[in-house]
């Protein structure tokens, strides 16, 4: 029952997605008392995506690391000269968005990637090894990206940023 459950909900995931988004603005003063079991929630995600990998298929990414270094070359190179190339053309002017822009595409990328890779049966060892890896890295991947996208000097306290 469960996995014919999980099917239907796969097949409208692109529908539920957007409506979680309005619905959560929406309701935000409601919501906002939750905010607390966000993190246990994508906890909860990260741990049950990756109970199908085991050592061998991350020993098979590790390996063959080339799929690793072009998603990284395309996540904090290409979109966030993207995203700095929309911002100059759509925002001149205003450096404080350029600069958000570029932020949104430099960040690490998240755990709602591997629920979608788990939903249409990508490589689960590859997603979840690319954000550990974007997590490792984020504070120096951040720090110099914005200081050679857009100029700015940015501070991060890296190892606060582990500490729970």
Known sequence: MLIQMNKVLEKLMPVI???GVVIGVLLT????????LVPWIFAFMTFSGSLNSNFVDLKRVLLHPKPILVCFFILHLIMPLI????GKVFFYGDPYTIT???????????IISLIWVN????NVPLTLSI??????LSPVIVTYS???????????DQWGSITV
């Open 146 to 156: 914005l200081k050679l996208l857009v100029g700015s000097n940015v501070n991060i």
């Open 83 to 86: 995203a700095l190339g929309i």
């Open 17 to 19: 997605t957007p409506t």
């Open 29 to 36: 003063a409601w919501l906002l008392p939750l905010t607390f």
């Open 131 to 136: 954000i550990l890896l974007n997590t490792i």
């Open 119 to 122: 939903i249409y049966k990508g």
């Open 100 to 110: 958000g822009l570029v932020i949104a595409f430099v960040i690490p990328t998240g």
